[in-house]
């Protein structure tokens, strides 16, 4: 089993910035591939980043390439994301997950899920 604990989430004017947290505990947290995803009102689940176990891969989507940036410490179970110049399109709950080894861009594949954590960027 691995528990996951979103943090950093808030409210933020378009073009500002938050860093997410992703504390984990359980299981081998360095075996763990780990992604973001968020999901806005009335709209499925959407990947947003992913980054590898040993943390020297990662991949984004689209929409957030350049503004994002993932990054983890296995010495302290920590996976985050640092977003900049947020626009209202980021608003969403945005979760962790983790999943062995390799990492996906599919929500299913991933085992483990955090509670989600709310980000609101106003206009």
């Known amino acids: 089993q691995v528990q996951l604990v979103e943090s950093g989430g808030g409210l933020v004017q378009a073009g500002g910035s938050l860093r997410l947290s992703c504390a984990a505990s359980g299981r081998i947290f360095s075996s763990y591939a780990m992604g973001w995803f968020r999901q806005a009102p009335g709209k499925e689940r959407e990947f947003v980043v992913a980054?590898?176990?040993?943390?020297?891969?990662?991949y984004y989507a689209d929409s957030v390439k350049g503004r994002f940036t993932i990054s983890r410490d296995n010495a302290k179970n920590t996976v985050y994301l640092q977003m900049n110049s947020l626009k209202p399109e980021d608003t969403a709950v945005y979760y962790c997950?983790?999943?062995?080894?390799?990492?996906?861009?599919?929500?299913?594949?991933?085992?483990?899920w955090g509670q989600g954590t709310q980000v609101t960027v106003s206009s």
């Open positions: 997950a983790a999943k062995l080894y390799r990492y996906g861009s599919s929500w299913s594949e991933y085992d483990y």
């Open positions: 980054i590898s176990w040993s943390g020297g891969s990662t």
